[in-house]
């Protein structure tokens, strides 16, 4: 008998329609929430388009409303939050200052933090939903788990570690920071039978490993793996260097973040997207047009601009927030295990969308054909742009990682082979340029996609 003690089945046993009236009758009383307790945010974003509270009384009504938060919107709102309340929590801030118990934060563009507030109820929420993606892949009380997410200030960081505790992990908190070295050591003394990281730490504990430590990750004895952050588990040529580097250990692919968010994939050898177990705290697949910023519809296949909402958040809840993300969801049944709910696959980056004479490519599109290429390449690349995106003219210019011991016959015959693959699949006529195995930098934290040479001219 399976054990499903955060499968949340009274919600995943309902039909969709169910699903809507439990998402709509939590939505009301979040919209009501934002509104009284959101004067200089949320009540006035309402107010602009002439909606109150009462006015969204159907789904139809909720996924008409427009996009209310997105990352300069927070930067705007802090700024004014410091004027205002002399905090930069946000004016989206709704709960008072002093129950709040737990921040975070991402940097923008510019370098400054954007702030993310969490009321000690929120903290237990987050905690039930990471519980629930790490329940379906295969974490159980005491089991030890690595923590190689960034620990200082991010999401995954400190609410993570917690959040395993709190399910009756052992999490073994070295964290990203801690470098490479010391989170080997301690795998090795530890004897970890989870990873949780990027896909790009697990990549580099395969690389690195065996000059380290002296053995393969095979030998660490990792079974599971969840990553998080950045493309990978969803590459199959990636996917399978991480489970067969680990030795057979399952890799499952997880994007969570807060305010109620809980999505992981199931362990189908074949990558079938991120099943969606949150339905009733908070969804990520409302799908709108990247460019006008309209509802698209929510059906098999469909990809868009991810828009989140949070049903039951109370310090500063995701409402109606594009956080920039690409997404392609999926209504059928899942392929590899029968899930019945929504799943979504994260396509890109919209601010890292090119345009390449009218064609549309996304970095995570390009890796995932330099993928297929593997061990001829190590799958590191780099999309190389001396001015600023998204339009740029051909060739697109790519360094990528060739594998070790090829001669530079082979080095020629693969450059062509790589141009040709990624014109044919892609319609973009690219220029690579291949160079040495480990020479492109390598992170513990998300893996980087993007070489901006302009950045450093004078």
């Known amino acids: 008998m399976i054990d499903r003690k955060y499968w949340n089945e009274a919600m995943e046993g309902l039909t969709l329609d169910r699903v809507r009236s439990v998402q709509v009758e939590r939505l009301r009383k979040q919209i009501s929430y934002l509104y009284d307790n959101s004067p200089h945010f949320f009540k006035r974003k309402f107010d602009v388009i002439g909606v109150r509270p009462e006015d969204v009384r159907t ?4 996924r008409n409303l427009p996009v209310f938060r997105n990352k300069e919107e927070d930067r705007l709102a802090q700024d004014e939050s410091m004027e205002r309340y002399g905090h930069p929590y946000g004016t989206y801030l709704c709960a008072p200052i002093e129950q709040v118990v737990h921040i975070y934060c991402t940097s923008g563009t510019s370098g400054l933090p954007t702030f993310y507030p969490f009321t000690e109820q929120d903290m237990r929420l987050n905690d039930e939903c990471w519980a629930r993606s790490w329940w379906r892949a295969g974490l159980r009380p005491g089991d030890t788990v690595l923590h190689g997410f960034g620990l200082s200030m991010w999401s995954a960081g400190v609410p993570v570690v917690r ?27 530890t004897r970890p039978r989870a990873l949780v990281g990027t896909p790009s730490l697990a990549e580099l504990i395969i690389e690195r490993s065996p000059t380290i430590l002296g053995k393969p990750a095979a030998e660490l004895g990792i079974k599971t793996i969840v990553v998080a952050g ?14 067969e580097g680990f030795g057979g250990a399952k890799l499952f692919d997880c994007s969570q973040g807060c305010w109620g968010l809980a999505n992981i994939s199931c362990d189908s050898p074949h990558y079938h997207g991120m099943h969606v177990i949150s ?13 006008t910023k309209k509802p698209l519809p929510i059906e098999d296949g469909a990809v868009g601009e991810g828009v989140i909402t949070s049903f039951v958040h109370q310090a500063a809840p ?4 594009s956080f920039g993300d690409l997404i392609q969801v999926f209504t059928d049944p899942c392929p590899g295990c029968g899930f019945t ?10 601010d890292d969308m090119l345009n390449v004479r009218g064609i549309k490519v996304y970095p995570s599109g390009i890796k ?11 799958g590191e690349m780099r999309v190389v742009l001396d001015a600023p995106g998204p339009k740029v003219e051909p060739p697109l210019q790519l360094k990528i990682e060739h594998g070790s011991g090829l001669d530079r016959d082979s080095r020629d015959s693969l450059k062509v082979e790589l141009e040709n693959r990624i014109r044919g699949l892609l319609k973009v006529r690219c220029e690579v340029t291949l160079v040495p195995p480990e020479s492109l930098e ?3 934290l998300k893996g980087k996609l993007i070489e901006k040479t302009y950045e450093n001219k004078p």
């Open 59 to 62: 789904w139809e009504d909720f």
């Open 163 to 189: 959040a395993l505790a709190n399910m009756g992990c052992r999490p073994i908190a070295v964290g990203a920071e801690g470098g490479l070295e010391r989170m080997l050591m301690f795998a090795n003394l």
């Open 230 to 243: 950045a493309p990978g588990a969803g590459i199959p040529e990636v996917r399978k260097k991480i489970e």
């Open 279 to 291: 339905e009733d705290t908070a969804i990520w697949y409302d799908i709108i047009d990247p460019d």
């Open 318 to 321: 995701a409402f109606r927030y």
């Open 341 to 350: 709910g929504h799943r979504f696959k994260i396509v890109g980056r919209v």
């Open 368 to 378: 995932n054909v330099v993928a297929n290429f593997m061990p001829r390449v190590t």
């Open 442 to 444: 390598r992170s513990t």
